[in-house]
């Protein structure tokens, strides 16, 4: 008799114990196809944001060897035998693309939003997640870099200002007569004679070049094994 009240004691827990194993796997899966849908939000949300970032890196390279172009460009005013044959319009067209900064801006609120939420976990493919947990390290030697090439357009551009007329740069660009003031060079050919403007632009087209060909081609890889992964995985 007691031995039959024990089984069927011993079988209830087993049964109990079989149940809750059961929810357990239960809430396991509902647990698991709830990450896989937020990773899967994630994913497309990533794809997005770094497909915008690696369009926004190409035109900033694009600009960027523009600005190389024009560097060179400039770089044979300074022999004289050239700069006797140009105009001041034509000085002011050489000089006028230093006006411009490039700089990289990308996004990254998504991918910041995963990081501090502490929801990288959740993207399943290891590679990617040490990708993405990398990327900032990756634009921070971008700004770095930029930093310096900031530096040495500020150091043309002062030049420029000390020796030169940005009034008598603008009117030939607009094709109007000079203003009247006391102060003022005759011309800006002069800026031309200048050593100190010739390092500078040198070493700024030389960093100009390296920022593009290292710094922003590497990031641009980066960009597209990125994007390369989130695709295998959304697949």
């Known amino acids: 008799m007691f031995s039959r009240y024990f089984l069927y004691a011993v079988g209830e827990i087993v049964l109990v114990v079989i149940g809750i ?17 937020a990773e899967r939000v994630y994913l497309n949300s990533l794809k997005t944001e770094f497909s915008n970032n690696l369009n926004s890196l ?56 995963i990081i501090s939420s502490g929801n990288l ?3 399943q493919n290891n590679a990617l997640r040490q990708k993405i947990a990398s990327f900032d390290n990756a634009l921070e030697r971008i700004e770095n870099q930029e930093r310096v090439t900031s530096d040495l357009r500020s150091n043309i551009m002062q030049i420029t200002s000390q020796n030169g ?22 011309s800006n050919k002069q800026l ?19 920022t593009n060909s290292f ?21």
């Not at 194993?21 to 849908?37: G, T």
């Open 21 to 37: 194993l059961i929810a357990l796997q239960i809430d396991n899966w509902n647990s698991e196809k709830k990450d896989l849908r």
């Open 58 to 113: 190409e035109n900033t390279i694009k600009e960027n060897e523009y600005l190389i172009e024009a560097l060179e460009k400039l770089g044979i005013l300074f022999n004289p035998d050239t700069l006797k044959t140009i105009s001041e319009r034509e000085v002011a067209l050489f000089l006028n693309p230093l006006g411009k900064e490039v700089v990289y801006f990308p996004s990254k609120g998504v991918m910041t939003d």
């Open 121 to 123: 976990k959740l993207i």
């Open 165 to 186: 007329s940005f009034s008598i740069m603008f009117a030939a660009l607009d094709n109007r007569p000079k203003d009247k003031l006391k102060f003022r060079p005759k």
């Open 192 to 210: 031309f004679k200048s050593l100190e403007l010739e390092n500078n632009l040198v070493l700024y087209k030389r960093v100009t070049q390296t």
């Open 215 to 235: 710094f922003y081609g590497s990031l641009k890889k980066d960009i597209e094994e990125i994007l390369e992964m989130i695709e295998q995985e959304l697949n």
